[in-house]
């Protein structure tokens, strides 16, 4: 399993193992106590459920998805902790049944720390890009994207 021998290989190892179906090689960039929190805020706490969520993922409605790294852009905290942040665009996506849907933007910020076999990610966060938008409200239980300015 490759590891990131810098922090900013970690966002294409990452679509790398994703774009592969490889939910444990993608898991492997992950310390065994990390979390990753996803679009949607689901919460996973350790490199095995890390590995479970993306497996399942991967398989059903990300099957035929790919990402691809934007723009890339590194923290360096310390000699050993950084913070990366990558734009991603996702294709493939599959709706409920089964039908293509349209790309993706996201987000995403991984934080890392050099181990004695490299970098590895001890947190991550995906944030999808709504164009136009600044907050989301939520009304009757429904979540809206919406955009606050020039309005009255």
């Not at 310390?31 to 969520?53: K, M, P, T, Y």
């Not at 049944?97 to 349209?102: D, F, T, V, Y």
């Not at 995403?108 to 947190?123: D, K, N, Y």
Request: with cysteine; aromatic share 8%; hydrophobic share 40%.
């Amino acid at each position: 399993m490759p590891m990131a021998e810098t922090p900013d290989d970690i966002p294409r190892l990452f679509q790398d193992a994703w774009n592969r179906k490889d939910a444990h090689a993608l898991a492997g960039l992950f310390s065994n106590d990390a979390d990753f929190v996803n679009v949607v805020g689901l919460w996973w706490h350790n490199r095995a459920n890390i590995e479970r969520a993306h497996h399942y993922r991967l398989t059903t409605f990300f099957r035929n998805s790919t990402i691809s790294a934007r723009r890339i852009k590194l923290r360096q905290i310390s000699e050993d902790v950084a913070i990366v942040h990558t734009r991603w665009k996702l294709s493939g996506q599959l709706d409920k049944a089964g039908e293509a849907l349209e790309d993706r933007l996201a987000i995403m910020m991984f934080v890392a720390e050099r181990s004695t076999t490299g970098w590895i990610v001890c947190a991550a966060q995906n944030t999808d890009i709504i164009p136009g938008m600044e907050t989301n409200v939520i009304r009757n239980g429904e979540i809206t994207a919406v955009d606050y300015r020039g309005k009255e």
